[in-house]
């Protein structure tokens, strides 16, 4: 069946006749809604239409408040605008007025580094001054104290001249004095030896006749005992034989030894004559010497006085050479310290290329062709200075090459080596112009205010060959225009021959290339100066050196002689004194070989009596007594004996007394005059305080030359005090200076602070009145409003503009329940 319903499309149509009843059941449907929704949309355009008024009245209370926002807004965006130029005028006024306050804080800043280099300099100059002041009062304080010692020593030195020469004097007279009582003593001894010897005379012939008498009667008395003795004449005999060979024994011995002491005192005496003569002599020499000493030391005594007065000329010169070098070591700081505050004038560049170059031109030895800069060799007076300093600018510091080659081969070094920018000008491509110079009043050409060698004649030209300077900015003007000339004023403004004019204030301190290139110059002339005079300094000085020394070695050789004389003196004095002892000596040996020589007479003598006597008892033939006569003459000679023993005492008591005070004397002239006389003349030979004059003489010569130096020293600590005041001055000036600077840059810089923050604050206040136009614009981009409404508004006081804008939005109040989509929904619903 389905088969079926499909073949003959009976299923189709009842597919589709089902679909077609939904299909109009579903349009009966919508159709009902529809109906109802039409219903509702005819309630709701009534109901908009109501609100539809509602919201035009309020749309044109609203274009009315928006025109009067309008209206308000614009008047804020114009007075914000007025407001906003009047900030942005009173900005540009006051950020002009602080950049000139910012350019006179520069300039004052500028005074004040000048202010603080010169207190600096001042600082150190006084700090200099203080240290020589402080050396100087150290050197006059030591040479205060060195005058004090020698002052002292001076003192000492002349007391013991004064005493020396007293005590010389007291010598002398004690010599003379020991001499006079040497001589006096001598004379004594003189005058008791011939006593003596008479004394000693009777004594020997009392001592030999005692002798004899005594050796008679013991020989008679022993003649007497012979009997007893020997039995027989020939036992006596033969005794006696013995006796007398004994006897003469001793007297051939005795005999032998007085020939021997004959010979001793012959030679005793001879060589005792040879030493006081040679001591006489020697005691001459010694005279002779002593002169001659005495004119060395006054030789010495004027050698000393040469010698200060050569020692004081090389003192002057070593304090001038001295000075010379401090002199030219300031002077080469100081053009040091000038070249350094000059090289910071110069471009970074331009000052490391021309350092190079003439460091370059120096080891290779080119200063000949390399010469330098131009500003070295160049001079100005101060009154133009700052015109030429304005016009040449760097071309100051072009380098000056004899020729183009060496030019090129500085240019090619500087260039190679990357050592920054340089200006090489060589001379030789420059021709010496003759050009036709402006003569008229007020104007002067600045080659003729420029000086400077021959040869560097023609850069001055090429630099300042077609410029004036002028006494004012008109005439400056009037020359340019006339003449086709660059013209430039004394203070540095120019005007160029096409009319182009430069200037404004110019700080005159900036200028300072000139003066200090001067400056520069006049150091490295006075130190040139300084240098040149130290080879004929330092001649002077060699030549006193070689005087010095010179009266050095005299004065060593003159002492040398006068030690050596005085040691010849010496030994001179200890020959006198050795030869007068040897003669004293020989004068002893004399008296003991003479007493000997006596006894020994007396002993042959008596041995003579005895063998006498013993070969007249032998001759005898018997053993019989002595006979009468021996007994008288036995009693005679002892009678005899007593006397002589008697007269023996008295003339040995005699001797004795007599041997007393000449031995006494003697001694007192060995033991203490002549030792005496030998001390003090050695002392005065050894010198002991000769040289006191001469230490005096140089103690006072010494005092003389310290208080030279001192007031030498004293006149320096009161130049140095004086500079030092001067300085501390000069110090008070700059701070002062220094302190108006400094008041004045504050002063400055509150006012550059002032006007800083005024501008800070016209800028915030512009950027607020920027910040208030935009939201202006912003608002004004966002109002509608008729031109014609507008119009009328502007015309509006703002009060009247205030209440109505006020009024319209109470009336706006009213409707803030209006619907804003009225009308699209009325249009929408209209539509449906």
Known sequence: LGLLKDISGAGVYDERRSESVKIMEDTTMRRTRTKSLIEEIKEKLQALESEQRELRECENLETKKRTLEYVLADREWRAAQDRFEELNSRREEASAKLVELQGQVGSVRKQLADADTELHNQDEERGRAGERLSRLESERDKKFEALSSARL?????????????????????????????????????????????????????????????????????????????????????????EEIKRGTGRLVEGRQKMQLCDEKLQRSEERGAKAAAEANRKRQDLVTVEQHLGELGKGMRSLGENLDKASEQARLLHQQRSHLVKQAEHYRQEAQTNQGRLE?????????????????????????????????????????????????????????????????????????????????????????R?????????????????????????????????????????????????????????DGDRVSKRGVVTGGYQDPQRFVRLPLAEAVRAAHQKVREAEAQLPEVEARISEASQQLDALHAERRSRQEARDGVRSSMQGLTEEVQSLEEEASKYTRNLGELREWKHRMEVLIRECEASVQAKKSERASKTLTGLSPEEEERLVALTAELQELSTSHDAAKAECSTLKTQLGEREAHVENCLRKRLHALELEAAGGTGEDAPERAEEAVQAVTRLEREHREASDGATAAARELAAASEAREAAAKRREECSGLEQRLQEEAAQISLRVDKLEAEAAVQAQRRAEVDGRLNGLAAAAADVERGRQLPKPQLVRELADVCKQLQAFQHVNRKAVEQYENFAEQ
């Open 153 to 241: 020593e001076a003192d000492n030195e002349s007391r013991r001249q004064r005493e020396s020469e007293d005590t010389n004097s007291a010598r002398l007279a004690d010599i003379e004095r020991a001499r006079k009582e040497l001589h006096v003593a001598n004379e004594e001894i003189n005058a008791l030896r011939p006593k003596v010897s008479a004394s000693e005379a009777r004594l020997r012939e009392f001592e030999q006749r005692c002798q004899v008498a005594g050796t008679h009667r013991e020989q008679l008395i022993a003649k007497q005992g012979r009997k007893q003795q020997y039995s027989t004449v020939e036992q006596r005999n033969k005794a006696l034989d």
């Open 344 to 432: 910071a004038t110069m471009p970074r560049a331009n000052r490391q290329a021309v350092a190079a170059v003439e460091r370059w031109a120096e080891e290779k030895g080119y200063q000949d062709r390399i010469r330098g800069t131009l500003l070295s060799h160049i001079e100005v007076s101060a009154t133009f200075r700052a015109a030429v300093e304005s016009f040449a600018g760097g071309a100051l510091f072009n380098i000056l090459a004899m020729d183009d080659e060496i030019a090129a081969e500085a240019v090619k070094f500087v260039r190679t080596k990357r050592l920054g920018a340089v200006v090489v000008t060589p001379l030789s491509q420059l021709q010496l």
């Open 434 to 490: 003759r050009p036709q110079l402006l003569q008229m009043d007020g104007v002067k050409p600045l080659v003729e205010v420029v000086r400077c060698p021959d040869w560097a004649v023609p850069a001055v030209q090429q630099v300042f060959g077609r410029a004036v300077v002028c006494r004012s900015m008109e005439l400056c003007e009037q020359v340019a225009r006339t003449h086709g000339v660059d013209a430039i004023t004394l």
